[in-house]
Each structure stands twice: as C-alpha cells, then as structure tokens.
Nanobody, 120 residues
C-alpha cells in the first residue's frame, strides 16, 4: 500500500524554523519526484518546492526561495522541508506528494497534510 505521511508541523513564532518530514511506505521515494504543496485558508493549493528523481535537482517558488530547503534521505525513504525565517503568510496546511514523472498539480500520491501556523 502506497502511503505518504507528513510530520512535524506546528506552531512557531515569526522568524522561527520548522523541519517537515514526508515518510513513504509501499514504494521507494528516490524513484519519484517529490513535491511540497501548501494550502492556506481561502486560497488555492500552491506548489512550493520539488526535488526530482533523476538528478536531485530542486525547485522553489519565489516566495520561499532562500528560506526553505528540500532534501531527500534515501536510507530513511524520507523527504524533508527545512523552513527558516518563517512568516505569518507561511501559515497553511502543508502536503507532500509523489509522482513517477515530475512535480505538477495532479501528483499521483498525496499525504494527509500537516498544519503549520506562524504566529506570535
């Protein structure tokens, strides 16, 4: 059974950091492109970062570039999203997703999401 589970969301003050994890079971993560998406209340889900399966190249949307880092630990079959210098506008439910081809809006597999709240 293919499953993705996100962990380590939470409440953090502005300027703080969180490290989200996305653990896979039922398949090998390094054979898939892995994307991180987020959805804030009243807004559409947006793709914020991606790591490719082929060469490990990474992508970041402009609003998180320089603050977020996506990485992969193949031994743990887990992808991480290190989030630094968090802002209130980063508040959202964060999802990881996997696809055999590439990162796009309709990824094949999705996690259940983890809430990130940035507030003082």
């Amino acid at each position: 059974q293919v499953q993705l589970v996100e962990s380590w969301g939470g409440l953090v003050q502005p300027g703080g950091s969180l490290r989200l994890s996305c653990a896979a079971s039922g398949f090998t993560l390094d054979r898939y492109a892995i994307g991180w998406f987020r959805q804030a209340p009243g807004k559409e889900r947006e793709g914020i970062s991606c790591i490719s399966s082929s060469d490990g190249s990474t992508y970041y949307t402009e609003s998180v570039k320089g603050r977020f880092i996506i990485s992969r630990d193949n031994a743990k079959n887990t992808v991480f999203l290190q989030m630094n210098s968090l802002k209130p506008e980063d508040t959202a439910v964060y999802y990881c997703a996997a696809d055999a081809a590439s990162c796009h809006r309709r990824m094949a597999y999705w996690g259940q999401g983890t809430q990130v709240t940035v507030s003082s």
